[in-house]
C-alpha cells in the first residue's frame, strides 16, 4: 500500500490531487466521508494558518494553529483515502484518479541460479572438505544440499546440509572414488546442480 507523505509540500499536493479527482469522478467516487468542497476548505484553513505561522515566524500558537490544521487536513484525507480504496476494492487504477496508490504487489521469491565453482581442497581418513561459490543470479539461497554419489553413475544422494558455501563432511567411505554436487535451495525451490567434485578416499 502506498505510504501517506509526511512533507507538507506533499500533502498539500495529494490534496489538490484528491479534491481534483473526486470532482471528476463522482460516478466512481459518490459519497466520500469528506466532499471535496469540504477537502478545498481544509486546504484553504492549512494554507492560511501556514501563511499566518510564516508571517510571525516564532510565534509559538500561531505554529500550533498551522500544525492542528494540518492534522485536520490529514484526518480529513485519510478518511476519504480509506472510503475510496474500499470503494473500488484497491483499483489500483482507479485510485490513481485521486493521486492514491493502491496495494503494493508483493515481488514473489525467485529461484535461485547455480551454485558455483564447486572444488574439494582438502580431504583425510573418512573425511573431505568441500566449498563453492553463491549463485550469482536469481533469489535468496536459504541453505545449500550437498550430495553424493558413486562413479561412474551411482544414484545421487543427499548427504548434508549447508547454510553456508562450504561443508566438511565425515564418516566418508574409504577406497571410493566419490563425485560431490552442490544444490541452492529456497522456498521458491532448488536451483540447478553445481559443477562437480571428484574424490578418492
Known amino acids: 500500500m502506498a505510504r501517506f507523505p509526511k512533507a507538507e509540500a506533499e500533502i498539500v499536493a495529494l490534496a489538490d490531487a484528491m479534491v481534483s479527482g473526486l470532482a471528476a469522478n463522482a460516478a466512481v467516487y459518490p459519497a466520500p466521508p469528506v466532499e471535496p468542497a469540504d477537502l478545498t476548505a481544509s486546504v484553504s484553513a492549512y494554507t492560511t494558518a501556514k501563511n499566518a505561522a510564516i508571517a510571525a515566524q516564532a510565534a509559538a500558537e500561531d505554529a500550533t494553529t498551522k500544525d492542528e490544521a494540518l492534522d485536520d487536513m490529514v484526518d480529513a484525507m485519510k478518511s476519504d483515502i480509506r472510503y475510496a480504496e474500499n470503494t473500488i476494492d484497491f483499483d489500483d487504477d482507479k485510485l490513481k484518479l485521486i493521486g492514491w496508490a493502491g496495494k503494493k504487489a508483493k515481488t514473489p521469491l525467485a529461484p535461485h541460479g547455480q551454485a558455483r565453482l564447486l572444488e574439494a581442497p582438502k580431504h583425510g581418513e573418512e573425511w573431505v572438505f568441500l566449498d563453492w ?32 558455501s562450504e561443508a566438511t563432511l565425515v564418516e566418508q567411505p574409504r577406497g571410493k572414488e566419490f563425485e560431490y554436487r552442490i544444490i541452492a535451495v529456497n522456498k521458491a525451490g532448488e536451483g540447478e546442480p553445481s559443477n562437480t567434485a571428484m574424490v578418492v578416499l
Open 133 to 164: 561459490k553463491a549463485p550469482v543470479e536469481g533469489g535468496a539461497v536459504s541453505a545449500y544440499k550437498v550430495m553424493r554419489r558413486e562413479r561412474p553413475a551411482g544414484p545421487w544422494e543427499d548427504v548434508a546440509t549447508a547454510v553456508v
